[in-house]
């Protein structure tokens, strides 16, 4: 059964600590993709990745990382220069460009954040 | 900057009547239109879509408008039923432009469908 794996599902983090959201998809997806929603506001892009190896900054980059080494594996790090962490973090994917469906992206369940 | 705008934060429809959830955006570049629906605690998931070539799309009771002039669409649920609540988000893609093919949400409407 083909999905996106994402944990935690809750984390907890003291300030000053990095921590590590783990995801993992088996769609054979191209693409893969960093959200973030608060209360009350919509999702808010962090990173993407179109490629193996490659990886962009979305709107809110700052004081996060992202690696992509692998196809089915896209692991976002919060750091300790991220000023507001605690939210709720979706990783999503979707078929490479060009393909038929490559703008529906599909989402994992989510990991919540929370910092101490 | 909000690029796209979905002004109504809550909706409540009584079960059997039609929802009608509305959607704004800013950007002409978008080109492809998606409805995604949440539960607390969990992931969106794909509900139904539109491209810009096409001002409308249905699947079962759920159908899409898109008014490309007034850079609005909208999503009518009919009819509606109690397991419709969720949170509802519109989302935009330019296609390929800029940000690859990621996805601008709205804020999301809160539906109520109420027995």
């Known amino acids: 059964d083909g999905g996106i794996t994402q944990s935690p599902k809750y984390l907890f983090r003291k300030e000053g600590q990095n921590v590590t959201l783990s995801c993992e998809q088996n769609?054979?997806?191209?693409?893969m993709y960093w959200y973030r929603q608060d209360p009350g506001q919509g999702l808010r892009l962090i990173y993407y990745s179109q490629i193996v190896n490659d990886f962009q900054k979305g709107d809110i980059a700052e004081g996060y990382s992202v690696s992509r080494e692998k196809k089915e594996s896209f692991p976002l790090t919060v750091t300790s220069a991220q000023k507001n962490p605690t939210a709720f973090y979706l990783c999503?994917?979707?078929?490479?460009?060009?393909?038929?469906?490559?703008?529906?992206?599909?989402f994992g369940a989510g990991s919540r954040l929370t910092v101490l | 900057d909000q690029q796209v705008k979905q002004n109504s934060p809550s909706l409540s429809v009584q079960e059997g009547r039609i929802s009608i959830l509305n959607c704004d955006y800013t950007?002409?570049?978008?080109?492809?239109f998606l409805w995604y629906k949440k539960y607390p605690a969990e992931g969106p998931t794909f509900l139904i879509s539109i491209s810009s070539i096409k001002d409308k799309n249905e699947d079962g009771r759920f159908t899409v408008f898109l008014n490309k002039s007034a850079k609005h669409l909208s999503l009518h649920i009919v009819p509606s039923q109690p397991g419709d609540s969720a949170v509802y988000f519109c989302?935009?893609?330019?296609?390929?432009?800029?940000?690859?093919?990621?996805?601008?949400f709205g804020k999301g409407t809160s539906l109520l469908v109420t027995p």
């Open positions: 989302a935009a893609s330019g296609g390929g432009t800029n940000s690859g093919y990621a996805l601008n």
């Open positions: 769609l054979n997806h191209d693409a």
């Open positions: 950007n002409s570049m978008f080109d492809y």
């Open positions: 999503a994917s979707s078929i490479g460009p060009g393909a038929y469906g490559a703008n529906v992206l599909t």
